[in-house]
């Protein structure tokens, strides 16, 4: 997970507003849109909550399926950064799918925690929202 870049919400006391969060994204808060949307639309992926689990990591919008959580979406200058924890069977799964290369590299080098392998990655144009949907896909299915 080296080389991630920094949360641009670290420290404040409040979840970003809708202003806030568009000029941090910057140009890829339409990738943000467009995520979001076509994960609601395609998975059923649709609620939504901000949280922060301490100064130091700053704030994150989890995406969540009833009480389940799918992943997790931090905003930095330009871009963000998605991560997801995914269980055997999920990391399994993926690794005989069509992700892009890089995202398997990921996966398989992910550290593993009790909530599953850690996988974490920027998303910074809207060549990258595929891979995400596809992960997404696979957490649900598993």
């Not at 941090?24 to 649709?46: F, T």
């Not at 080098?109 to 595929?130: L, P, W």
């Amino acid at each position: 997970m080296s080389g991630l870049r920094p949360n641009a919400f670290v420290g404040k006391p409040k979840a970003p507003t809708a202003e806030e969060l568009a000029a941090e994204l910057g140009p890829a808060k339409s990738v943000w849109d467009q995520l979001i949307a076509r994960l609601a639309a395609e998975s059923g992926i649709s609620e939504q909550e901000w949280n922060s689990y301490s100064q130091k990591a700053g704030w994150a919008l989890r995406l969540k399926v009833k009480k389940r959580n799918i992943l997790y979406l931090s905003p930095f200058h330009g871009g963000f950064s998605v991560a997801f924890a995914l269980g055997d069977k999920a990391v399994s799964a993926a690794c005989q799918s069509t992700l892009p290369k890089r995202v398997l590299r990921i996966i398989e080098d992910g550290r593993k925690y009790a909530e599953g392998t850690a996988v974490r990655f920027e998303v910074t144009t809207a060549q990258d929202i595929q891979a995400v949907v596809k992960l997404a896909s696979i957490k649900l299915q598993y």
